[in-house]
């Protein structure tokens, strides 16, 4: 991985999971005060649409659970659960834009991937919470991520076998796309 972030550009660390993320990005926001906010990170997707190495934009970012879909759980009406991505007009990504499932907890197996696959293309952990926090500020945000793992029993294995490389592909081809050397 870079050890110096593209010139212009800063980096940050949101943590592991939705609230650690929110947390960590507001802290960001106020120490750094962005103009615009891209994530970048790794995924896991749902089924084939995207093998792994696919590259893909978030559309949103959807806060759901195989426990508010089975019924045993529900979010009030008055909580925001899916956050736009507002970079668009900003800053062009150059990959399919897809709406990117964020979970409280990895989802473990086959069928809960196939469940959340109709409402989503991948999963991510802590993107809700990036969006969330850019969006309380009105700060334009976006994600770009790389898929290391197919979601399921086997999906630590596979996210620990790909996501360096995942990684190294995402930034070149944001590199080649010419995103880093917007000011």
Do not use: K
């Amino acid at each position: 991985m870079d050890a110096e972030p593209p010139a212009g550009w800063r980096v940050g660390c949101t943590g592991v999971g939705a609230v650690s993320a929110a947390v960590a990005t507001a802290r960001l926001l106020t120490a750094l005060r962005p103009s615009r906010v891209l994530f970048v990170g790794t995924c896991g997707a749902y089924d084939q649409r995207l093998p792994v190495g696919s590259l893909l934009r978030a559309s949103d970012a959807l806060a759901i659970s195989l426990d508010v879909l089975d019924g045993r759980a529900y979010r009030p009406e008055i909580e925001v659960h899916r956050w736009p991505a507002t970079l668009a007009g900003a800053l062009a990504l150059p990959f399919q834009a897809l709406s990117v499932a964020v979970p409280p907890g990895i989802t473990r197996t086959l069928e809960g991937a196939r469940r959340l696959a109709v409402f989503a293309a991948a999963e991510h952990l802590e993107l809700t919470g990036v969006f969330a926090a850019c969006h309380e500020v009105g700060i334009p945000c976006g994600a770009a991520l790389a898929v290391a793992n197919q979601v399921g029993p086997e999906a630590h294995d596979q996210w620990r076998a790909n996501h360096e490389q995942a990684s190294r592909t995402l930034m070149d081809a944001l590199r080649s796309a010419g995103v880093f050397d917007l000011p």
